[in-house]
């Protein structure tokens, strides 16, 4: 960037209005579209670059070293990926707090007939080893090492297939919103049980 000298000075930020609207101007755009590709929302992204230009205009004692381009994408890219963890750590969170719910006894479960054929039939669909091992997994409630000895497989064998398994039903059931349920592990048995 031409203009880089002006922003920086000995590798410290330049903070005058008129320098900083031309770092703005410069590179607003390129983080933008840089941080949409990692958070997928516009508005978002949006708002992380804006978040990233405040904390550079309140930082007066930031020294940069090396590129100033650099610095800024590493600063984006940084904060998206903050940003991803703490969307895991959420959902993560509503997880447990469901299961809670369940094991409880406060949430009914009560799945009408349409959804409970469309979670049958995508079951039986499943290979034969794949749903025999997702079956024991999730109704039976056993354990890796269990199904391993009980089919003679491998415990890595089981892991594939209920992988597997969850994969093909994901897909198959891709708009009942009771997946969530299923792929938690948290449907008992009782409530979806193949015929």
């Known amino acids: 960037m031409n203009n880089q000298g002006n922003i920086l000075i000995d590798g410290k930020l330049k ?10 101007e410069t590179y607003h755009a390129p983080l933008f579209r840089f941080a949409e590709t990692y958070v997928c929302c516009p508005g978002l992204a949006e708002d992380i670059v804006q978040e990233i230009f405040i904390k550079l205009w309140e930082n007066k004692d930031l020294r940069i070293n090396g590129s100033l381009r650099s610095y800024l994408f590493l600063m984006v890219r940084n904060r998206c990926i903050d940003y991803l963890r703490t969307l895991k750590l959420e959902d993560k969170k509503k997880q447990k707090l469901m299961e809670a719910q369940i094991l409880s006894d406060s949430v009914d479960l009560d799945f009408d007939d349409e959804v409970k054929g469309k979670i049958k ?8 080893q794949c749903r025999q091992v997702y079956e024991m997994s999730i109704y039976d409630g056993l354990k890796h090492a269990e199904i391993a000895e009980e089919l003679n497989i491998s415990i890595s ?5 209920v992988f597997r398994a969850k994969k093909n039903l994901r897909e ?3 708009n009942i919103k009771e997946l969530l349920l299923l792929f938690a592990g948290f449907v008992s048995l009782k409530k979806v049980h193949l015929s």
């Open 15 to 24: 903070h005058d209005q008129r320098t900083f609207r031309i770092l703005f």
């Open 121 to 128: 039939k995508a079951i039986r669909e499943l290979p034969e």
């Open 157 to 161: 064998a089981v892991k594939v297939q």
């Open 172 to 174: 198959a059931l891709y």
